[in-house]
Each structure stands twice: as C-alpha cells, then as structure tokens.
C-alpha cells in the first residue's frame, strides 16, 4: 500500500533587507537609505514594546495598591417598647411584632432592639459599566470587629462584648445583626480592624517624623527611606553598597553604617500595628429609631483589580491580536522586498545585455555551461565542478557568474530539502 506523503509546508519569506547593490544605485539609494532607517526604527520599537510587554506582566503578579473609599452605616430596629404598647397591651409594630400580647416563654412582646453594621465599597466615579466588578462583601474588608454595648451587667446579663473575627471558611455577609432586649439608653462602641492590601502598618514616630509618614505599607516605607537616603547622599562615596547615617537617621541606625539589603530588617523594627477604626453609636429604645442609618466614610488601600483587567487585556488578548497582525505585514514585506529583488535581477540582466549583448553572450553561456557541469558532475577536471588552475586564483570567485551560479545550487538544494 502506498503511503501518501505529508505536504511539505511552505516556507516563509523573513528577509526584509534589501540587498546592498540599491544603496550603490544613485537612484535608489536615497529611498533604501530611508527603509533601512524604518527597520531600524522597527527593531528600536519591538524591543521597547517587548520590555513594556514584559514590564505589565511583571506588574500583574504584584499588588497594585489603590484608595477605596469604605461606608459604613450603623442603624437600629425597636420592638416591644413602651410607646409601642397600645391600650390593650399588644405590640402592633416593630421588630417580632407577632399581634400578641407579651411572652415570657417565648420572648415575644418583650421590649428589645437590633443594632445593625453594614458596609460597602463606594462605586469609583465615572467608570463604565462594563469596567464594574463585582463588589466585595463587607466581611472580607475586616478582619477582626468588637462590638462594646455600655449596659449595667447586673440588669442585663447578656454578653456585652461580641467580637467577630474573620476565619477562613466563613460565608461572606454584607452586614452583622446584634439583638439584645432591653428599653434603656445605651451607647455603642464599634472597633474595626480592616483588611487592606498591601498590609498597612503605623510607622513609630521616630522613623515616621523623618519621612513624612504615620501609616504605610512596608514596601512604601522601604521606598520612603531609600528616597531620603539618595536625597541627601547618604550612600558610601566607595562602596555604594553601604549607607552611612546622617544626624536624623544616626539614632535609627545606631551610629554605625549599614548594608542596603539590611534597609528591610531596620524598618521592621519601627512598624506597628495599625489603629483600629472606632466607631459611636448611641442606642435610645424609648425614641423612633432614625429613618436614616449614619454614615461613616473610611479609606482603604485595596488591590487595584480593575487596573490589573485592563492591563492583562493590554498584554495578553490585544498583544496576540497585535502579534498576528505584525506577522501578517512582516510577510507582505518580505515578499515585497523579494519581488523587488527579482526585479533587480531582472533589471541588471536586461541592461547588461543591452549595454554588450556579444560579450553578454558569451559570459551567460560560459556561466550555463558552469552549471551543467556542476549538476552533472564532469568536466574538464574529470569529476569536479572546477578546473583546478581556476580555483587557484582568487579572481576566479569574483566572475560575474559566481553568484548567480550560487543562487542556482542553494535554490536546487532548498527545494530538495522542502520535497523530504
């Protein structure tokens, strides 16, 4: 049975040089000069783009903070307080209203309240829809809450400090609900501690007096201090690895000078936790609650996932789609460049013909009586594709034919090549 052979693939034109006898042609030696100077330009611009390209997806792996604008609200809900009794003793409204009269059992009736935090992220002014995420739950921008309920313990045994921290398979919530029962005053102590990326830290006044800062990520603070370490030229004028402190940073440094890789492990010890967000709510249960929670705004340092979006379809889809783009004209070109260097062949065959067709004639059928002897292998020197007395001279590789016979060999060995 006969095995059918694969197609051979065709193969691409990349060269898109022109060959050097233009810029000998006076007239064309000033629009070759001009395309040789596009490629260069050409291979300056994919270089660049190539190490933008490279740039964003380095950025794609780090976190790129950015400020979110957090609002909190705090509210309440009333049920079964004294101006909500009726004559006849039934609660007709609010939270647990059931229409019956008070339960001890059940606990229906008795005077209570809900206080309510919830939370979200502001949208970022004049985004486009198609560019919105999907918004994070108010549980995953905090990581611990403690909710301080100022009350007598005797008259109310029930817990007064209810703390929640965030753990790693808790269901993602908009809000918290406490529930007390109760129908005094009572004031309300709300502490935050936020989730924020990178992880901020509140720098000690010491080293914070020095850079300008009071809370910071600790890469920011590392880049705060290298900043004000080249300000003031601080680095060893020899060995530029070594940064010697000047008289704000000598307390800081100890006096002696330090090793830049060590900057990090220095900083450290000037990092705090950051302070808690507090929040004040006051709790009346004998007054109609506010028809409107309060409103607190908090900034938070966040990863910028719209810009992180953008940037991925900046450098992978646009990218591919730029890259067929650029390979589709790159083989127009070549093949340009390739008809045009036919022609040129063409061109000088013709005018060398025209200017001495005998002399023309006579090199041309020397030069086809050089192939044939290649490709059949005879000739004067029993088997060689050369006379010997002519391969001793140099001028014998300078013919005219020479390179025409060349192109002719390497096209018949590239076609074998393609046909395997």
Do not use: C
């Not at 030696?29 to 783009?49: G, K």
């Not at 010697?244 to 440094?253: E, K, Q, S, T, W």
């Amino acid at each position: 049975m006969d095995v059918q052979k694969p197609a051979a693939k065709k193969r691409k034109l990349t060269d898109k040089n022109l060959p050097n006898a233009f810029l000998q042609l006076p007239e064309f030696s000033a629009d070759s000069q001009m395309y040789r100077d596009l490629l260069d330009m050409e291979r300056r611009l994919d270089w660049t783009m190539t190490r933008k390209r490279v740039e964003v997806q380095d950025a794609l792996m780090r976190i790129i903070p950015t400020a979110r604008t957090l609002r909190i609200f705090l509210s309440h809900t009333v049920s079964g307080q004294a101006w909500q009794q009726t004559g006849d003793g039934v609660v007709p409204g609010g939270e647990g209203d059931a229409g019956v009269n008070p339960s001890p059992e059940t606990g229906e009736g008795i005077p209570a309240w809900a206080f309510k935090i919830e939370g979200r992220l502001l949208e970022i002014p004049n985004q486009r829809a198609k560019d919105r995420s999907p918004p994070r739950k108010f549980s995953t921008l905090i990581k611990q809450m403690v909710v301080e309920l100022d009350r007598d313990v005797t008259l109310y045994p029930e817990g007064n400090i209810v703390e929640w921290v965030r753990g790693p398979n808790q269901p993602q919530l908009d809000g918290f609900t406490i529930r007390r029962k109760g129908d005094t005053p009572t004031k309300i102590r709300v502490i935050l501690h936020l989730e924020q990326s990178p992880e901020q830290y509140k720098v000690h006044p010491e080293l914070g007096n020095i850079l300008g800062l009071k809370e910071e990520s600790r890469t920011g603070v590392v880049q705060a201090l290298w900043n004000y370490i080249k300000l003031q030229g601080l680095q060893d004028k020899v060995d530029r690895r070594m940064v010697r402190p000047d008289a704000h940073l000598y307390p800081i440094f100890g006096g002696e000078p330090v090793v830049f890789q060590h900057l990090p492990e220095l900083v450290d010890r000037y990092l705090l936790p950051p302070d808690p967000i507090v929040l004040h709510y006051t709790l009346n249960p004998g007054m109609v609650p506010p028809e409107k929670p309060g409103a607190w705004d908090i900034e938070v340092k966040l990863d910028d996932t719209h810009l992180k979006s953008r940037m991925n379809t900046v450098a992978v889809q646009m990218a591919s789609e730029t890259a067929r783009d650029l390979a589709k004209l790159d083989d127009e070109i070549a093949l340009h460049v390739q008809s045009l260097n036919n022609a040129h062949l063409k061109r000088e065959f013709l005018r060398a013909f025209a200017d001495d067709p005998r002399e023309f004639i006579q090199t041309w059928l020397a030069s086809q009586s050089r192939d044939l002897e290649s490709v059949l292998g005879s000739g004067p020197s029993e088997g060689a594709t050369a006379r010997q007395e002519d391969l001793k001279r140099s001028e014998f590789f300078r013919l005219p034919w020479v390179e025409e016979a060349v192109a002719v060999q390497e096209g018949m060995r590239l076609s074998a090549k393609a046909a395997m």
